[in-house]
């Protein structure tokens, strides 16, 4: 009876670690379907103060060539202020209809809102994608 009840509280518990797992990583990626390229960003881990930002963008589309997009202009990190900052690193793979980087940006200094902005992407001027930087722990 025992090994039943302890085999059923695994399972439970399991259960709801992947619910949670799936919800987290569910908050760190945004999507803009705009146009005929669509844009998904997905944040490495959530953002926090000191912590450098790293981003997957992935461009996706069934009828625009993808080829001349420029990550390292076309991606940045806009602040409160409205500067924007330029990735210090990009890895882009895939050519043709589906392309994608990881962008690695400076820490932010301080909480709060964190925006990645994708510019001139299949006809959209600006797609906004806007997490919650949080303090240091």
């Known amino acids: 009876m025992r090994s039943v ?16 797992a799936a919800s987290a990583q569910e908050a760190l990626t945004k999507s803009d379907r705009r146009g005929p390229v669509s844009v998904t960003v997905t944040l490495a881990a959530p953002p926090m103060v000191g912590a450098p930002i790293k981003a997957k963008v992935v461009l996706d589309t069934h009828s625009v060539g993808l080829d001349g997009i420029a990550f390292d202009s076309a991606v940045a990190l806009r602040g409160a202020d409205g500067s924007e ?23 932010p200094a301080a909480p709060g809102k964190l925006r990645i902005v994708v510019k001139n992407v299949g006809g959209v001027a600006e797609r906004s994608f806007e997490w919650e930087a949080q303090p240091a722990r």
């Open 85 to 107: 900052v330029v990735p210090t690193a990009v890895q882009a793979t895939g050519s043709g209809h589906h392309r994608e980087a990881v962008l690695e940006f400076p820490a």
């Open 5 to 20: 009840i302890r085999v059923g509280l695994v399972i439970t518990l399991a259960t709801v670690w992947a619910s949670w």
